[in-house]
């Protein structure tokens, strides 16, 4: 499998960023956010920074990425011994540049003050929000690729893993049985830190695993992705030690319910705030709409948390192509809670759900 861009996609990438730019009437950009300089150059070094230019595209990084960016990148190279943004900054004068757009978001603004000394006589920091990130919402056919095989590898990892889970052994030695499935099936590292709670903690959306032991007739809470090739996955599941009784299964079963009506919400042309509202829908019908503390979803892609978030108030219209996360969860004190998230990418008609993990509460 291929695991960096073609030249071809970057330059369409780039050339569709320099659209942007001159509808904002700027002259050129500079990218900062990793994720971001991965994307428009296949650079995937730890530090870089790009000086996107309609007649050129100039990457700086220091002397450790001379030879590893000249490789992976289509993009002319600067290697800077000092930092990288005034060495950009430089460059952009020597080009006549005016109006030089920065990712507002993504940077320390003492160092952009830091730099304004180097500007032309005349030329200006534009601060910009949001322009890359906004492209990447929708996948190419080779980034859904990557993101299928992720996907996969975080399945894998939980089919081997879970077969170690028992009562009496800590939460956290779980969760790293399961990174290291996924290290083993081929993943950079986790796409975030993998959760595993179990008991009354999973009434807690988001604990980190604790040294806490699995116990009989308890409810736990798997949440976990890989991040292969540069790209993130992202499932959460639920099993029970013992026999579950009534309220667990109740509970359960109004969680799936509401993620299959968010699923069959998901689809073109559709309100991210619509798939919010019919998972929403539900669970109140179930009487849980209060236990129910966080979005329904989250785009993901380069990075684990991305456009469209499919939360209240949202108003991004889904499109073919992007990939989200469907994830509704209820949360009791006392009991537990529930959550179930699949890795999902809409079609031209619907969605498919890319993760193949059974949803029903395992029993362990």
Known sequence: MTTTPSPTECQDRRRRSLAELTGRKLDALLVFHLPNVRYLTGFTGSNAVLLLHPDRAILFTDPRYRLQATQESDCAVRVAKGPLLVAAVKASRRSKIRRLGFESARVDWQAIENVKEHLSLGASLEPVCGLVEDLRRVKSPAE?????????????????????????????????????????LGADRPAFETLVTSGPRTALPHARSSSCPLSANRLLLVDMGASQNGYASDMTRMAFFGR????????????????????????????????????????????LDRAFHHSTGHGLGLEIHEAPRLGKGEKTRLAAGMVCTVEPGAYLEGLGGVRIEDTVLVTQTGCEVLTPTPKELLLL
């Open 144 to 184: 859904i690729a990557l993101i299928r095989h992720s996907v996969l590898t975080t399945s894998e990892a939980f089919r081997r893993a879970i077969r170690h889970a028992r009562p009496g052994i800590p939460e956290r030695d779980l969760a790293a049985e399961l990174e290291y499935q996924m290290r083993l």
């Open 244 to 287: 579950p009784g009534p309220r667990v299964k109740r509970l359960h079963r109004a969680v799936l319910e509401a993620q299959l009506a968010a699923l069959a919400a998901v689809r073109p042309g559709v309100s991210a705030a619509a798939v919010d509202r019919r998972a929403r829908r539900v669970l109140r019908d179930h009487g």
